[in-house]
């Protein structure tokens, strides 16, 4: 049985969830969640409702209508319909950990969506894409050839209809006009406990400065390198027997959960992202 | 501004967030949160939601109203006003440091409730309670007291008109012609991560089992020991370095945050038990 | 450059430390690492030396040396050259993520090992573990089977010359025949939190208790179900949202990282069993 | 039985982990825990090591003889005696729950030590501290006063003969010259993940940054602010639905925690800084 979920966000008033819980009612609708929050400091009310319309043949219709009547409350929606799968976009380099662990996820049923393409700017991981089954293609990326690069890339994902763009340990920085042409959302695995380490070789940053727990972080790509919206984070204990190629190997394990999860709750439109935060409705 | 708190559950039919909602915005009130659960299984729907009523002063009888009305949904509900502090009563033994733990976060007005008295089988902690203001009851309990120690524990209890009874790791079991008369809630805390190493002398069974981790709970306690519906559990990681002692000594700590957590999540009424499990808004 | 890895343990007496270490000193050894443990109530000593020999080509010799003085001491000793490669066979039936993981671990040298073989009782992962290039054999086993499967299985870890076996999620048990027979370590993953929920369906047995943490534990098989000397365990928190799929989609993170791990500390000898529990020099 | 424990570090050189038991076991000392470390690119050894020696009596001497031994190793060695326990002075301001859980931690005998007396900026703590029993001293903090508060606080320091202070949220920043006079390790908890977030308001900043962790640390205090070598670190989960208040209380139960097992380490003499790290041996 397809649903509907619907994310909104805008101005806090009253009646806000009566409203929304009404019109869907009032049609017919069987709301399976509701979950709302309100920004107290910013006036923002968020609201992540589920539910099964009556005629699921009118899904995008009804879809549409929602949309339409949380405009009439100052509120923007995203409403989606289960029914449609999410056509996701990797892009990795040469790591292979976070590749292997979401091709497996999505060939295990775990995921809403399916893999439209890998992209890479390396030939290290075609042979297990194409293995998998998946369409691979290989872009270099240099200094002087990254417009072109990118241009490339944007081609593609318009081609393959891309909802979403996943950086699974893609070691390359996208432009800031490379994302507002893409205009979808793109998601990011950083290797540390943002904002600690942010930028370049966040292990050895670690070590040098003696912590205790190394982290990874999973949040949406902005201009600002490290600095988008964090979906997700979980860290690790370290000691000081651990060395970089400690840290290193168990920061692997962390990165595939983070982005996993982060990716997970992304494809069940969970997130809502608003300044440099996101509302996670799990 | 004194908000109103509901609980409530039944059996499960479509249009109970509509119609919840929609009640309490026709009179005028505001929705602060508004959170649910269904059960699948069992078809049962559950419902925390919390607003801001027109007029304050006539809390306590749209708290009647809206009982009422979720009566005509067949649905049992519970309404708090959080202009009304719940009394709480502490049970203890000769343990200290859940004791203090829990006088220190109502001191520092952590909880929306005060410790109405302090009941204890030993005078260990007789001072320690005084020096805080807090009157101390001594009732022993023996094999051959046990009958009239509870019947003195329930006059105390009724007298300082208790909303809920924390056992602070007391050392005794309450019978169920206890729990019964009683009839409000219980919170324990046992020192181990049930339903493994249920009964006395947990940590060592623990020890003697080899485990990599110790746990705590705190569940509501009923007629059959270690076996009511779990509120909150935790664990931390133990070696075998670890003696017995030390074991006693790091679970000292989960069972302070474990017991802490349980209790402000009741106090909050974010917590609806049903059968032996418990549904937790938080 | 190989070391020798020694696991030591046998009753206590004074100066185990300074005989050890002054042993291998006079011989011209660098020790790396050394742990030891004294086990206060059982009067037992444990210990790790890991050491550089002076001559690396009489490794083996000066490993026989190093057991036969320990033997002087009273105490037991395995010693273990890196220079040699151990021989793990993986055991599977139809889950394929441990599997996975664990293949994928091998191929990145995260281990000092190799897979010998994969066995199932299945043909779900044949494909798979042969796209890996790994030899697969296809036993399976029924309740009037069992007796030759053991027999079959036991003769292939003979031909394989297994040194350890994993047991990543094979869903059947192992006679206590079939573990004296092999007189190999075996390392099975069980699906909860040791000593709760042993048996089968331990997530099933999660979701009617309603706990709010869910394990997985790696341990040693014993003729006992569920009952060996537990290497590794870790939990994840849950909520009352969670169905039973839900908790099998955690739980599959969970056992392939405490399954992961606890190869990882056997295959580098940081684990010495005794009686019903472990020592881990990690 | 009184023990002696040894911290050593130096140049890393073959045959001392050998020397320095064989030294103990020639004198009749019972080796009780032994745990060493080396940081391979620095070249240096760590050693903890702990010891029944056979004249109690003559424990100072041993001590003496055992780092002039260590002396010509190249080591530095600091030995305490179990017999002598440590003098600890507490900084506080107006911030009761670290100061709360540590004295219950100093009398419930957590601690191989006892509190010499409390110091603060405030007088909110007096009456608690005595309360207690504990000697209060009331030293106002000014930007103008600064150099003569310093003064007293040493001069103090020094009449109660302390041998370490903990900064349990004492909101005053110590000057370089007052940490170099003392010439004393002091350790402060502060209320972030460091790096993240150093400086003031930490928690403001990690409900600025949208985090889903938050964390605290406990260091020795440098000249440097929130820079010094970190001994333990933690971490909570926070959601979209966490308050600056709700992120501070929080980061009370962590604070806690973090700096009661930080002061723990140290008092046992498990912690050796370097540069900006430390060992910690547990």
């Not at 009804?62 to 449609?84: C, D, K, N, P």
Request: proline share 5%.
């Amino acid at each position: 049985m397809p649903t509907l979920v619907a994310l909104l966000h805008g101005p806090d008033q009253p009646g806000l969830v009566a409203r929304t819980a009404g019109w869907i009612y009032e049609r017919g609708g069987n709301i399976l969640h509701a979950d709302q929050h309100r920004d107290m400091d910013a006036g923002v009310f968020f609201q992540r409702i589920e539910w099964e319309p009556s005629n699921p043949a009118r899904a995008p219709e009804i879809a549409s209508e929602f949309s339409a009547f949380a405009a009439t409350l100052g509120m923007s929606a995203r409403v989606r319909s289960s029914a449609r799968r999410q056509r996701v976009v990797l892009f990795v380099s040469k790591f292979p950990h976070c590749f292997h662990d979401l091709v497996l996820r999505f060939n295990s049923g775990e995921y809403p969506g399916e893999i439209a393409a890998v992209v890479s700017n390396h030939t290290d991981l075609a042979a297990a894409a194409r293995a998998y089954g998946l369409p691979f293609h290989h872009i270099p990326v240099t200094p002087d050839s990254k417009t072109s690069a990118e241009a490339a890339q944007l081609a593609l994902l318009r081609e393959t209809a891309a909802d979403l763009v996943v950086l699974a340990r893609y070691m390359q920085v996208l432009s800031g006009g490379f994302l507002r042409s893409l205009n979808r959302p793109v998601i990011n695995i950083h290797h540390s406990f943002l904002p600690a380490f942010a930028g370049g070789k966040p292990y050895h940053q670690a070590a040098l400065r003696g912590v205790k727990l190394i982290g990874a972080t999973a949040h949406y790509a902005t201009e600002l390198l490290d600095d988008g919206p964090i979906i997700q984070q979980d860290v690790v204990r370290v000691t000081h027997r651990d060395t970089v190629d400690d840290l290193i190997r168990k920061g692997r394990d962390l990165e595939r959960v983070v982005l996993a999860q982060a990716l997970r709750w992304h494809l069940e439109s969970r997130v809502l992202a608003y300044g440099r935060k996101t509302v996670v409705f799990d």
